[in-house]
Every structure is written in structure tokens, then in C-alpha cells.
């Protein structure tokens, strides 16, 4: 299995620029399509960017398409997500996730097995 730590997140104003970051350990970070969620207080958990495991496939949520990009690099068994024109709605707490398989388009909580404890994104306005 694989263990995953975020790490990255905070406060920032609207329209500003932060990078989150997602630490592999365990078995090979490149065996997984790795995957972005969050939550906000009192909703559930929500897609926003997976990609597959040779960073040559992305996916992103209509909510964040244009504005985050999420990248990976195996050779630091590192997943990564670059946000970009943040907006107060972008606040969450955000989870990195890893799925056994090939197929990397993946939006369900249920679709991922393994997950991070999550990093705090705070967007004032």
C-alpha cells in the first residue's frame, strides 16, 4: 500500500496563487493514478483533478478547469496541484488520493483506496 502527506496549504487572498503538495511512501508512487479532492465544512468530499500514472492524462472538475493544474513526479513520489486565481469557494480542506488500476478518470471517493490527511486552503476575500 502506499501512505500519502499533504502538505502546502493556508491562507491566501482571492485571486492569489498557492501549491499543494502530496509525499508518497510505500509501494511505487508510479503504480497509481493519483487524484485531488476537497471538502468544505459541512459538504462532502469533492473531485478536482486526477491524473494517470505517467502524468501523461489529466482531469479536472468544470469548477477549477483553466485556473489548477495538477502534475506529478515519479522520480520524487510527488503529486502536486497548482492553483491559480483562487476564489473564496476554492476553500476546503484538500485530500491527495491514490487508486489501484489503470483508468485514471475517476470522480467517486469510492473509486480511491488509499488517502492523505488532508491540508487546509483558506481563500479570504
Known amino acids: 500500500q502506499v501512505q500519502l502527506v499533504e502538505s502546502g496549504g493556508g491562507l491566501v487572498q482571492t485571486g492569489g496563487s498557492m501549491r499543494l503538495s502530496c509525499a508518497a511512501s510505500?509501494?511505487?508512487?508510479?503504480?497509481?493514478?493519483m487524484a485531488w479532492f476537497r471538502q468544505a465544512p459541512g459538504k462532502e468530499r469533492d473531485f478536482v483533478a486526477a491524473?494517470?500514472?505517467?502524468?501523461?492524462?489529466?482531469y479536472y472538475a468544470d469548477s477549477v478547469k483553466g485556473r489548477f493544474t495538477i502534475s506529478r513526479d515519479n522520480a520524487k513520489n510527488t503529486l502536486y496541484l497548482q492553483m491559480n486565481s483562487l476564489k473564496p469557494e476554492d476553500t476546503a480542506v484538500y485530500f491527495c488520493?491514490?487508486?489501484?488500476?489503470?483508468?485514471?478518470?475517476?470522480?467517486?471517493?469510492?473509486?480511491?483506496?488509499?488517502w492523505g490527511q488532508g491540508t487546509q486552503v483558506t481563500v479570504s476575500s
Open positions: 488520493a491514490a487508486r489501484t488500476g489503470t483508468l485514471y478518470i475517476k470522480t467517486v471517493v469510492g473509486d480511491y483506496d488509499y
Open positions: 491524473i494517470s500514472k505517467s502524468d501523461s492524462g489529466t
Open positions: 510505500g509501494r511505487t508512487f508510479s503504480e497509481y493514478p
